[in-house]
């Protein structure tokens, strides 16, 4: 049973426009939640986190919105660039000395020129 | 080193055949981990190793699957009697455990096909 679901398996994006890619979680008891980028042949590289506290965050052009009462969270990427064009995955940590991250099935992100 | 190093970065094998896979984690790097991904799935976490803590093995798929740490650094995967279902990236990372998001900095993986 997935706790952690991006729905979403691919999105195609205008360069320069909104991207936007979701996540919903079933655990309310995870207590941080992080995105990762992935490239073809490379490992996921963390992109930006938020903790459950918390309903934003933002790095740049990328943003996250966490909505607790949904179990929905949200990054946002604006403008889309063409080298943003890759995997994304969401995660969440479950807590306490939990260190391990459980991680959605990805979303496949195009940016078109 | 400087990231996540794992080695073979392939691997073909025969069914029924051992493989071991390493990991060369970050150093000063207390906590490691081993997620695989499957063709189309997500990341699907294996084992988790938190200093001299005993190991998280809830991922291990069957016993034939096992993983060590030894001297709290590198990490070696060790798949037994290979089925061609284990054929995936095998994703090594390594946290400096404490309060925080925790963040994971995963190395290249190591694509493993059972033929």
């Known amino acids: 049973d997935q706790q952690v679901k991006q729905n979403s398996p691919s999105l195609s994006v205008q360069e320069g426009r909104i991207s936007i890619l979701n996540c919903d979680y079933t655990?309310?008891?995870?207590?941080?939640f992080l995105w990762y980028k992935k490239y073809p042949a490379e490992g996921p590289t963390f992109l930006i986190s938020?903790?459950?506290?918390?309903d934003k965050n933002e790095d740049g052009r990328f943003t996250v919105f966490l909505n607790k009462s949904a179990k929905h969270l949200s990054l946002h990427i604006v403008p889309s660039q063409p080298g943003d064009s890759a995997v994304y995955f969401c995660a969440a940590r479950g807590g306490g000395s939990q260190g391990n991250l459980i991680f959605g099935k990805g979303t496949k992100l195009s940016v078109k020129p | 080193g400087a990231g996540v190093s794992q080695s073979p970065s392939n691997k073909v094998t025969e069914k029924g055949k051992d493989v071991e896979l390493r990991c060369d984690p970050i150093s000063g790097h207390t906590a490691l981990y081993w997620y695989r991904q499957s063709l189309g799935q997500g990341l699907e976490f294996l084992i988790y190793?938190?200093?001299?803590?005993?190991?998280?093995k809830s991922g291990l798929p069957s016993d034939r699957f096992s993983a060590e740490r030894t001297g709290g650094s590198v990490s070696t995967l060790t798949i037994q009697r290979t089925q061609q279902e284990d054929s995936a990236v095998y994703l090594c990372?390594?946290?400096?455990?404490?309060?925080?998001?925790?963040?994971?900095?995963f190395g290249a993986g190591s694509r493993l096909t059972v033929l």
């Open positions: 938020i903790s459950s506290i918390k």
């Open positions: 655990n309310s008891m995870f207590d941080y």
């Open positions: 990372a390594s946290s400096l455990m404490g309060s925080g998001a925790n963040v994971l900095t």
């Open positions: 190793f938190q200093g001299n803590s005993a190991p998280d």
